[in-house]
């Protein structure tokens, strides 16, 4: 008896409880007077993509946010005020079910006026639907791919700004590649999204260029040793070693290929060696490394000033010469055109960003939007600081053909350095 | 005071409350499309595969650490038949391919006891996890894909009904002889089969059975997170919190799963939206509270200070 009214008063207080925030939803008070404006986003604080929150996006968002702070906050026509931004980051333990949960929680329960993107690719592509069901602006940071792209259509309020394999590194690589007359090429990609996609684009493109990609193989997450691999490159005689892999075997495939003495003319790793820290971790051996990027602080003067107030914020280290400039320039412009737009609602302000050309770190910056500008956008081909980065005296430089270029590559490489 | 409790413990009121319960729910997005949508489905995940987990491992203490498999497979089901047929189809595809893994896996491992079978089960994860990105990466050329996206009221409601097919299913086992089988093989399994159960038999089945819920909320889940890859179908975290939401709740009664599922799920998002970088420790610390000191979860603890209530009111009186 004891048992059963026990059962029921639980499942009655079970029922109360979550009963009573719907009840609380239906009484609002009035409206008070806009005093911030909230960005809110799920962000990897813990789980193995933490990374990225450490060293991608993570610093630039809270560098920008401060800095607008610093001047007061966004001006916004509609209340006839500078607004302060207040940020609301949740942790979504690196779990993409918790990252769907929260940022819809930060839509709907807690009615954020904007947000900020989650990390990595996979994580964008779930996101960017949840964002435009409820009509709002996703700006992208850490991810892109082709995957996305058949989708850009159907996602108006999607903004990528980050670089990726067929926008418009792969293409590039395979022009810088054509001209320094290399013929051969061997890739080693990682078994996941991002390898398999670089590879597959990078086999279209350098074959398209008349490169014969001699070697194509596979290595799974956290692979322990891949000197057989480069050993096949070596009896090959690749000219080129390309490793769309991420930092941890792109590392080993450079130390492998040292301690094997295979010195290619061109050697091209995935994410790793476009962080600033790379040099400091190889010394003279990441002399020559090519890497995907790229920007440096020879860009243009709004690049150097920048460059200087990352470093005087963190860690000179933590300095990515891939991603930084374009996060950056992707928040520079949101906020733009939130104050042009002059209100908070993102119907209008994804109006006035796709059809709008502001000024950024990377010079005037514009979308090119899809669907006849009914679609989402990607950040213009001309916006671009550069696609391919090397390793030339201790400065990331930028090897693209055309104006981009800082210097002209160095091929072949120079030789690994003696061992001491 | 007689009178209200007499009425309150009235079968019929108390069914009577059930099922006033489930329509409030089951309505509940007709007239309402906030965030407490998706609260509430992702509890009921969470119930459903505690409950799944707690039909077979509570009873017979074989702890499973496949929840994830099963759960993953839904997924992929759903990944691969969404834009094809209908989502409640898709569903029940989904629930009935991961129980026939559950028994394929069971059928060759439930001779396995005590730690070997949970490392069996959670290698069975892992093995699933690989096999699908080799496949997907060698045969497909590709590494993710895109799921078919469904209104949240409609997952909402697959979700309820799979709660409630859970539930129910839970709620028979244990009132039947099924039952009884499954509590005197996790009791004593060779005294179980010298009175003549088909222990074997009884296992697979029931592990395949429980799968069934696993399978078929993972299959729904799916469609509200867009982009899947091996690495996030198969995530072991899944396998995990199944069996810890179940610690927490009490196992003794079917109350108590439910309960820690609810519990859980409700602390975790608000420890990791109010103190997002102090959650995990917060969280880590009431786990080992409730290890420590509520041996028969949350249940048990409201149990036992209920008793030591009437006790006192008895010697009061």
């Not at chain 1, 010195?263 to 476009?274: E, K, R, W």
């Not at chain 2, 099922?19 to 998706?38: C, E, M, R, W």
Request: net charge negative.
């Amino acid at each position: 008896m004891r048992r059963k009214l026990l059962i029921l008063m639980v499942s009655c207080t079970m029922v109360l409880a979550l009963a009573a925030p719907l009840f609380a939803a239906g009484c609002d008070e009035a409206e008070p007077e806009k005093e911030v404006i909230v960005f809110g986003a799920a962000r990897p604080l813990t789980g193995p993509f933490a990374v990225y929150e450490e060293m991608a996006f993570g610093p630039i968002y809270k560098m920008w946010v401060d800095e607008v702070n610093a001047r007061g906050g966004l001006y916004i026509e509609e209340y006839g005020k500078r607004l302060p931004i207040e940020l609301k980051i949740y942790d979504d333990g690196s779990d993409m079910g918790t990252m769907t949960s929260m940022l819809e929680r930060l839509i709907l329960e807690d009615e954020v006026d904007f947000i900020l993107p989650p990390a990595s690719t996979a994580f964008l592509f779930a996101a960017a639907p949840i964002a435009n069901k409820h009509g709002y602006i996703l700006m992208g940071a850490e991810g892109g791919g082709t995957t996305l792209t058949p989708l850009l259509p159907s996602l108006p309020y999607y903004f990528g700004v980050l670089n990726y394999s067929d926008h418009y590194q792969m293409p590039v690589l395979a022009d810088i590649l054509s001209d320094a007359g290399i013929e051969t090429a061997a890739i080693m990609y990682l078994e996941d999204l991002h390898g398999v996609e670089y590879s597959g684009v990078a086999g279209i493109e350098l074959t398209n260029a008349g490169i014969d990609i001699v070697m194509t193989k596979s290595v799974p997450l956290g692979v322990m040793d891949v000197s057989s691999i480069i050993n096949q490159a070596k009896t090959l005689g690749a000219e080129a070693f390309l490793s769309f892999c991420y930092p941890d075997e792109n590392f080993l495939a450079i130390g492998t290929a040292i301690a094997l003495d295979y010195n290619p003319d061109v050697f091209l790793t995935g994410p790793g060696a476009n962080f600033a820290f790379f040099a400091g971790v190889f010394g003279p051996a990441a002399e020559g490394i090519m890497g995907y990027g790229a920007w440096n602080t020879k860009s243009s003067a709004a690049s150097e000033d920048f460059y200087e107030k990352f470093i005087a914020l963190y860690d000179p280290g933590l300095l990515d010469w891939w991603g930084h400039n374009l996060y950056y320039a992707g928040l520079q412009f949101f906020e733009q055109a939130i104050e042009e737009a002059g209100t908070l609602d993102q119907a209008v302000i994804r109006e006035v960003m796709a059809t709008s050309t502001f000024d950024t770190i990377l010079g005037p910056t514009w979308f090119d939007m899809t669907a006849d500008g009914e679609g989402g956008g990607l950040l213009a081909e001309e916006c671009y600081t550069g696609q391919v980065g090397q390793w030339q005296n201790g400065v990331f430089e930028v090897v693209d053909p055309g104006a981009n270029r800082t210097a002209p590559p160095v091929i072949p490489k120079p030789a690994w350095p003696a061992e001491e | 005071m007689n009178s209200v409790a007499s009425i309150v413990l009235n079968r019929s009121f108390q069914l009577g409350l059930l099922a006033v319960i489930l329509i409030a729910l089951a309505t509940l997005p007709l007239h309402y499309q906030g965030y407490n949508i998706v609260r509430l489905l992702n509890i009921f995940m969470f119930v459903v595969l505690t409950v799944s987990w707690v039909i077979f491992s509570g009873s017979t203490g074989y702890m499973s650490l496949a929840s994830a498999a099963f759960f993953g497979v839904g997924i992929y089901t759903s990944a691969l038949l969404g834009d094809k047929l209908p989502i409640a189809v898709v569903v029940g595809i989904g629930a009935l391919v991961s129980s026939c893994v559950a028994f394929l896996v069971g059928a060759l491992t439930l001779r396995l006891r005590g730690i070997y079978f949970a490392i069996f089960t959670f290698g069975l994860v892992e093995l699933i996890k690989h096999l699908t990105l080799w496949w997907e990466i060698n045969m497909e050329d590709r590494r993710g894909r895109l799921v078919v996206y469904v209104e949240n009221d409609i997952i909402f409601w697959v979700m309820l009904s799979i709660l409630v097919a859970t539930l129910l299913t839970a709620y028979f086992i244990r009132r039947s002889k099924w039952g009884l089988a499954l509590q005197s093989i996790g009791e004593n399994e060779e005294a179980a089969a010298h009175m003549g159960i088909n222990v074997t038999l009884v296992k697979v089945i029931t592990f395949a059975v429980s799968a069934l819920f696993v399978g078929a909320s993972g299959a729904i889940i799916a469609t509200r997170w867009t982009y899947i890859d091996p690495g996030i179908a198969f995530n072991p975290l899944y396998s995990f919190m199944p069996v810890l939401m179940a610690i927490f709740g009490g196992m003794g009664r079917l109350l108590g799963p439910v309960i820690g599922a609810i519990a859980f799920t409700y602390l975790k998002e608000e420890l990791g939206t109010e103190f997002p970088e102090l959650y995990m420790l917060i969280f880590g610390i009431i786990l080992i509270v409730a290890i420590l000191y509520m041996p028969n979860g949350l249940v048990g603890l409201i149990q036992r200070l209920w008793i030591r209530g009437f006790r006192r009111q008895d010697a009061d009186t």
